[in-house]
């Protein structure tokens, strides 16, 4: 096998070429000067001095090959660099060199000018991003995250600075392992620390730096479905409230004017009648006013406080205040007095049935974001069924109306948080949760 020859570097190349193209001059001056002249000083002179120009004419040939190659590698290496503001000097026409050079600078303007479309795309990706509210987020060949949004960390419950460090997290610490196997579309239950339920999942593959990649979207189908749910009540509450209004209003009025004048027996029915007027108007009020829940008024509320004022309300029963932090929240103290007040009457419904307690407490969520979470939690019976807790009209109570865990909800997320109930795992009875945001 034959060895490659080490060819010469370009530079070198040209200085010999030049030193040969010259060396056939030098050599005959040379021999002409050490026949034809006899004086030693003179040929020696004459000599050196041929040599030297011989050497220093095959130089600056050298040199000036050299450097325009130099001056060109330059300005690629800072094209590579991102660095778009160096230009070549002598940039013409009608000179080989110069119209090198232009065209280099003119390949600087190019991806300049590209570079900065890309970093505005990009910055516009991610504003688009952030903006939408379904979680995207892209997973690489090992499942590695790398690409999220800010609904995807409420979502996962993780900031993105450790989302998308050095490695990234993966699939299965993110419990996406079963969304990114999924097929798509598909509607699936997923249990995240962000939020529990039905997910509408979207996936699909992309190419990035060469390599596959999964794109992942996550929509929320519970906020839409309840948007639906309530919008829908809210069509058949004053429809129901119009049309028993016009019936109940007559009645009462014509009973209590009637009262004084009719015999005993007659007096006696019509009372009821009233009182049977009344209740109904109540009843009817009540979901009228579970339809027209206005926005909240944000304003500075204190926790403890707001806390410990709603426990002693409660008179039935002393209702226990675990204390927590000094928290403060942005939201409406009307609405959230309500709230909390619905969720410690249940609490205490159920505690007199068993003899048992009732205890709420705060305690503040160090996550990204950060979030305030309240606690209700009672020793009754239990929820027996948990599918029916939010459905307007629903209640297991003799004297209850339906509406008070709805509006509850209904309020919670119109500040943004969440309500869930559930029954306790070890010991008997229900705990409450209200997370609203920080």
């Known amino acids: 096998m034959t060895r490659r020859k080490k060819r010469l570097a370009h530079d070198l190349h040209v200085f010999l070429l030049s030193l040969a193209a010259g060396a056939p001059g030098v050599v ?51 094209l590579r ?48 991003m952030d903006e939408i509210d379904v979680s995207v987020l892209a997973f690489d060949g090992q499942g590695r995250a790398v690409l999220a949004n800010r609904a995807a960390e409420k979502l996962l419950g993780v900031p993105l600075s450790r989302l998308l460090e050095s490695g990234g997290l993966d699939a299965q610490r993110l419990r996406l392992t079963e969304a990114l196997a999924a097929d798509s579309p ?155 007040i619905n969720l410690v009457r249940n609490g205490v419904d159920a505690a007199l049935e068993t003899g048992g307690g009732v205890r709420v407490g705060w305690s503040r969520m160090n996550g990204s974001p950060a979030a305030l979470e309240v606690f209700v939690e009672d020793d009754g019976p239990g929820i027996p069924n948990t599918s029916n807790l939010f459905v307007p009209f629903f209640t297991t109570k003799q004297e209850g109306s339906g509406i008070g865990l709805v509006l509850s909800r209904q309020i919670a997320e119109a500040h943004g948080g969440t309500l869930t109930l559930q029954n306790r795992e070890r010991e008997p009875g229900c705990r409450a949760r209200l997370r609203l945001p920080l």
């Open 81 to 128: 660099e991102e660095d778009f503001s160096v230009r070549g000097r002598g940039a013409r026409t009608g000179d080989p060199l110069g119209e090198l050079l232009l065209e280099v600078n003119q390949l600087a303007d190019t991806l300049h000018a590209q570079r900065v479309g890309s970093l505005e795309a990009g910055a516009l990706l991610r504003r688009v």
């Open 186 to 340: 598909r509607v699936m239950e997923l249990n995240l620390p962000g939020a529990s339920g039905r997910f509408e999942v979207r996936r699909s593959t992309f190419r990035m730096g060469g390599l596959p990649h999964q794109l992942l979207v996550l929509a929320d189908l519970r906020r839409a479905l309840r948007e639906e749910e309530r919008l829908a009540w809210q069509r058949l509450v004053r429809v129901l409230g119009h049309e028993i209004n016009n019936s109940l209003a007559p009645i009462h009025s014509i009973s209590s004017s009637l009262k004084g004048a009719a015999p005993d027996d007659v007096e006696a029915g019509l009372a009821v009648i009233e009182r049977r007027a009344e209740s109904l108007m109540r009843f009817m009020s009540a979901y009228t006013r579970l339809a027209r829940l206005p926005p909240p008024q944000l304003a500075s509320v204190e926790v403890p406080a707001w806390i410990t004022r709603v426990a002693a309300l409660e008179k039935r029963l002393v209702v226990r205040v675990r204390e927590g932090p000094p928290v403060t929240v942005q939201a409406d103290a009307d609405q959230l007095e309500q709230l909390l």
């Open 28 to 78: 005959a001056t040379l021999l002409l000067l050490f026949i034809y002249v006899d004086d030693a000083k003179i040929r020696w002179t004459v000599g050196a001095l041929v040599f030297l120009v011989w050497l220093l004419t095959s130089v600056t040939l050298r040199e000036r090959v050299l450097r325009p190659l130099q001056t060109s590698a330059n300005l690629l290496a800072a």
